[in-house]
């Protein structure tokens, strides 16, 4: 069998649709099905159940899966190395990134990443944290840049960045009582505030609930927002307080319109790294888009918000 058809197939499996799979992998319908029947006639077993809705694997379709799986990392892991003993940069490369962050990071990333690699196949996924850590853990790409909020033995860490997470509020509203000193404001001051957040499935917003537990406070949500630039406009537009990215005031084009504010007596920081699998192969091209990241992430913060934080 192919890899190729083993890739159709394990799409198969993740869509649980031949229809849906089909348009994600851009081949016609009826392709795919005599890919799958191909298939069930070679391994000599039904791969899908397709009197469900959506379309469930057998047993001999999960067995298949999980194996087809680990084929499919070994030979991205053995295109990897070849590509880095021959020195003939072709290939491809799959990362995953948070929507937002992706829109603010990629447009720098990828023009200078495609003229050092103009043979590598780019290919970017975006989403939600769980969906771009099943992504990576099904092997659909190689890595994701997410801040990570702890330690886990099934990942490889690079370091990419470190970004500090800053509180916001409309201009002229937080009395200097809340402060620590002037520009670094004292949270378990604030749970009188109403608070600005976003939702569940976003990582800030776990952080920013453990900062809560951490300070003895449970502040009042004015409302949860779907992304850090739309809670920033909020705050804003005096909605409520909040608490953001540094890489969120880049973009947010309201500087002028908020107080900014460092966290505590000096500030709250967390990492943003590339997060590979544990055993995956990190060839040239990877660290090379990593390094290329990181950098303009930090002449994005030089050029384009460089001020003091604080009233």
Not at 178 to 184: I, M
Not at 199 to 226: N, T
Not at 234 to 248: E, F, K, S, Y
Not at 252 to 261: N, Q
Request: a neutral charge; hydrophobic letters at 40%.
């Amino acid at each position: 069998m192919e890899i190729r058809h083993m890739q159709y197939l394990v799409t198969i499996a993740e869509y649980r649709s031949i229809t849906r799979a089909a348009e994600a992998l851009y081949i016609s319908q009826p392709s795919l099905s005599h890919c799958v029947g191909k298939a069930e006639k070679e391994l000599g077993a039904r791969l899908f159940d397709r009197s469900t809705s959506p379309m469930t694997l057998t047993y001999a379709g999960e067995t298949f899966v999980n194996l087809a799986r680990q084929i499919l990392s070994l030979d991205q892991t053995m295109q990897q190395e070849f590509r880095d003993i021959s020195r003939n940069m072709k290939g491809r490369l799959r990362i995953g990134m948070p929507n937002e962050r992706a829109t603010f990071m990629l447009p720098e990333i990828i023009p200078r990443f495609s003229r050092e690699y103009p043979k590598i196949d780019l290919q970017v996924t975006t989403g939600s944290r769980y969906t771009l850590f099943k992504a990576r853990d099904q092997g659909r790409i190689d890595f994701v840049i997410v801040p990570f909020l702890g330690g886990d033995p099934d990942y490889t860490l690079v370091p990419l960045a470190k970004e500090d997470l800053l509180f916001v509020a409309k201009k002229g509203t937080i009395p200097s009582e809340l402060l620590v000193r002037p520009g670094h404001i004292d949270i378990s001051r604030t749970g009188h505030l109403k608070y600005v957040l976003l939702r569940h499935d976003h990582a800030i917003r776990h952080h920013v609930d453990a900062l809560f537990a951490g300070a003895g406070i449970q502040p009042e949500v004015a409302l949860e927002a779907p992304s850090n630039l739309t809670k920033l406009r909020l705050v804003a537009a005096g909605t409520g307080v909040g608490i953001v990215p540094r890489m969120t005031l880049l973009f947010g084009h309201c500087i002028d319109e908020i107080d900014v504010f460092s966290i505590g007596s000096d500030t709250d920081i967390w990492d943003i790294p590339a997060i590979f699998r544990r055993g995956t192969y990190i060839g040239t091209v990877e660290r090379r888009f990593i390094e290329i990241a990181a950098e303009t992430y930090h002449a994005a913060v030089q050029r384009i918000f460089h001020t003091d934080v604080g009233m």
